[in-house]
């Protein structure tokens, strides 16, 4: 059974820095990608960030220059960096799952433009509140 539980959400000041981290456990990817998408109040969820096996990296632009993903695979872990924050940024946030298969969504980067279509396995989310 796959599970993806993210952690490291909560309520801080704009201009602040949080990092959120989503341990992954169950699944049999040999190559995978991870990304995560937030969603606020009211809005469609939406892609922030994306990650591959061979630690290729894509990123929405509301993300990019602020948030940094990386990963460790001993820990089966992938992290969200999220820096100069802003209240825009308040959301739930979810880490999900896919091949890393170029002919993807997520294998080719483009799921970071997109409400995540294509994503296998989904976590069920960690809040971010940024205050002004």
């Known amino acids: 059974q796959v599970q993806l539980v993210e952690s490291g959400g909560g309520s801080v000041q704009a201009g602040g820095s949080l990092r959120l981290s989503c341990s992954a456990s169950?699944?049999?990817?040999?190559?995978?990608?991870m990304g995560w998408f937030r969603q606020a109040p009211g809005k469609e969820r939406e892609g922030v960030a994306t990650?591959?096996?061979?630690?290729?990296?894509s990123y929405a632009d509301s993300a990019k220059g602020r948030f940094t993903i990386s990963k460790d695979n001993a820990k089966k872990t992938v992290y969200l960096q999220m820096d100069s924050l802003k209240p825009e940024d308040s959301a739930m946030y979810y880490c999900?799952?896919?091949?890393?298969?170029?002919?993807?969504?997520?294998?080719?980067?483009?799921?970071?433009?997109?409400?995540?279509?294509?994503?296998?396995?989904w976590g069920k989310g960690t809040l971010v509140t940024i205050s002004s």
């Open positions: 990650i591959l096996s061979d630690d290729s990296t």
């Open positions: 999900a799952l896919a091949s890393d298969d170029p002919n993807t969504p997520c294998g080719d980067g483009s799921v970071v433009d997109s409400t995540g279509y294509g994503m296998d396995y």
């Open positions: 169950g699944h049999t990817y040999t190559n995978f990608c």
